[in-house]
């Protein structure tokens, strides 16, 4: 029996339950898939990150006497010529994603597929309501996951010390070049070791609660991109930040994510369909989405906010909540053309937590914002940047406006002698606009 382990968003050989599982012979490889990078541009720096955890997964993975095999294609194909040269099994970790999911049923067609739930604290479909229903509330799910919350430890995967290299070809690695891709630099950050970057965020965790929603403040732990591409899995997480008494609200947040990820599992047409069965008339200008994509809505913080993404592919979660509720709230735009920006630009996109995230914010969700509770921008950067830090440092051109007018609506556009585009809409006319378009899809029916 020859297997392969596939890796995917595990990119680690810590709690890792592929290397758990795994019998005998193995071939460990990643795929660079086609399928998915055609559609990125060449400077996504993504990839860069990507390629530079794989290079340095398979010095990891040679370290136990493995090896790890670098293949650029389409998947199906690799795995048809891998089937010709007698391998019989594929292992891999879970993605309930469309397409990881589409992908995964043709793997299976050409060799037996096995996949294990470690990129999650939980198996999703082990976990429903006293009517063996799925929960669609995310406290109560919390609840349900006492058992965890309440633990003192996860007991991690351990790796299979009797696994041995099936003979294979380990030297070819495509360059980013030949995959049509640019070395991209990356934030210091990322270049840090995840349970490094967790020790740094220990020392802090005490503030964490109030300092997490203050924009120009680092209060977070800086380990999302990590976590989505499995450089440090949420088991790992969990048990180094449990034994801290200051914990909890930061574990919580990590239970979000396994909520998000539950309700896509059990719910996969959210990910493309409002969640709510309402039909909403959205106004979907485009005009406005270019403005808002760009950053030049008139806004400070939104505008702050979305160039600061268009530079950086990172965004605060407070900002995200902001921009999210202007976009579909004020400027009354689709919240799956915002998800869809998101996913392009977002160095730790992931399907599930974006999409939950953009249905909360729309109030079409399962557990969403009422639809009549809009985010007030001018009062979010008032509240949270107060003295204009993180706006000044994005936006230049407004680093000598008194602080107050970046917390005032037409307060900048005020000032005669500076350039600074007008406000697509005012905030009262476009509350009252999404509040009527809101009762005309019967919300308050559902």
């Known amino acids: 029996m020859k297997q392969i382990l596939w890796f995917r968003r595990d990119l680690r050989i810590k709690d890792n339950a592929i290397l758990a599982h795994a019998k005998g012979e193995v071939l460990p490889i990643f795929i660079f898939d086609t399928n998915i990078l055609n559609k990125l541009p060449s400077n996504d720096k993504r990839v860069t990150f990507i390629y530079q955890s794989v290079l340095n997964l398979k010095k990891e993975l040679q370290s136990l006497g493995l090896n790890l095999a670098i293949f650029y294609g389409d998947p199906e194909t690799v795995f048809q ?23 995964d049923k043709n793997i299976a067609s050409i060799m037996p597929l096995e996949r294990f739930s470690d990129s999650f604290l939980i198996d999703s479909k082990e976990v429903l309501n006293k009517s063996n229903l799925p929960y669609k509330v995310f406290t109560p799910f919390y609840n349900a996951l006492h058992y965890l919350w309440e633990a003192n430890k996860i007991t991690e995967f351990t790796t299979n010390q009797n696994l041995s290299l099936v003979e294979f070809n380990h030297r070819h690695i495509p360059t980013l070049e030949e995959m049509g891709f640019t070395e991209q630099p990356l934030p210091n950050f990322l270049m840090q070791d995840p349970h490094q970057l967790l020790k740094i965020f220990s020392e802090r965790l005490a503030n964490y609660t109030h300092y997490r929603d203050f924009i120009a403040i680092n209060g977070t732990s800086e380990i999302s991109v990590h976590l989505r591409f499995g450089l440090i899995s949420p088991k790992e997480i969990f048990n180094a930040m449990r034994p801290y008494s200051e914990s909890k609200p930061y574990i919580r947040q990590l239970f979000f994510r396994e909520f998000y990820n539950y309700l896509l599992y059990h719910f996969p047409k959210s990910q493309f369909e409002n969640h709510k069965p309402i039909e909403v008339e959205w106004n979907n200008n485009k005009e406005h989405f270019k403005k808002w994509c760009e950053g030049k809505t008139g806004v400070p913080i939104v505008d702050a906010a979305m160039q600061h993404l268009n530079k950086a592919g990172l965004m605060h979660n407070r900002l995200r909540m902001i921009v999210a509720s202007y976009l579909t709230k004020n400027l009354l735009i689709d919240w799956r053309w915002g998800e869809t920006y998101f996913a392009e630009k977002l160095l730790d996109y992931e399907a599930s937590s974006n999409v939950a995230s953009w249905q909360w914010a729309a109030s079409t969700g399962s557990d969403a914002v009422p639809y009549f509770r809009v985010f007030n921008p001018y009062l979010q950067s008032e509240k949270f940047d107060k003295e204009g830090l993180f706006i000044k440092s994005v936006l230049p051109q407004l680093k000598e406006i008194d602080a107050k007018l970046l917390h005032k609506e037409n307060g900048v556009q005020s000032n005669l002698f500076l350039n600074y585009p007008q406000q697509i809409i005012s905030i009262k006319i476009s509350r009252d606009r999404v509040s009527e378009t809101f009762k005309k899809a019967h919300y308050e029916n559902v």
């Open 81 to 103: 010529n891998l089937k010709v040269e007698g391998f019989t099994s594929v292992l891999c970790s879970v993605d309930n994603d469309h397409y990881a999911k589409k992908r």
